[in-house]
């Protein structure tokens, strides 16, 4: 199982970036596709999850009207349009494969469920001001 992040880099604040998930090694038709960032010094924070069929998405509360997630499921694929970017969203940014994705209205911290635990390396993002 293999989730790679790519397409981060370097920002200015309110401008926009889109992070590219390519997944292999599962059938990832079948399962949601979850966003997670991580900060310097700070816990992983989950970002956004979009089921397997797209009906569902859910983002934390921070980045709502801001990120858009997508998937592509023939092209094994997931992405994160960031736009309006902030400082706050500097972190490395990494995608998995969940088992379910929060509610669109949950406001609470999003504990990964997943089965794979594959976090790949991850791509960093960094806003400057």
């Known amino acids: 199982v293999q989730l790679q992040a790519s397409g981060g880099g370097v920002v200015q604040a309110g401008g926009s970036v889109t992070l590219s998930c390519a997944a292999s090694?599962?059938?990832?038709?079948?399962?949601?596709i979850a966003w997670f960032r991580q900060a310097p010094g700070k816990e992983r924070e989950g970002v956004a999850c979009i089921s397997s069929s797209s009906t569902t998405k859910y983002y934390v509360d921070s980045v709502k009207g801001r990120f858009i997630i997508s998937r592509d499921n023939t092209k094994n694929t997931a992405y994160l349009q960031m736009n309006s970017l902030k400082a706050d969203d500097t972190a490395v940014y990494y995608c998995?494969?969940?088992?379910?994705?929060?509610?669109?209205?949950?406001?609470?911290?999003?504990?990964?469920?997943?089965?794979?635990?594959?976090w790949g390396q991850g791509t960093q993002v960094t806003v400057s001001s």
């Open positions: 090694g599962f059938a990832f038709t079948y399962y949601p």
């Open positions: 998995a494969a969940d088992s379910g994705c929060p509610l669109p209205d949950y406001s609470g911290a999003y504990v990964y469920t997943g089965v794979f635990d594959a």
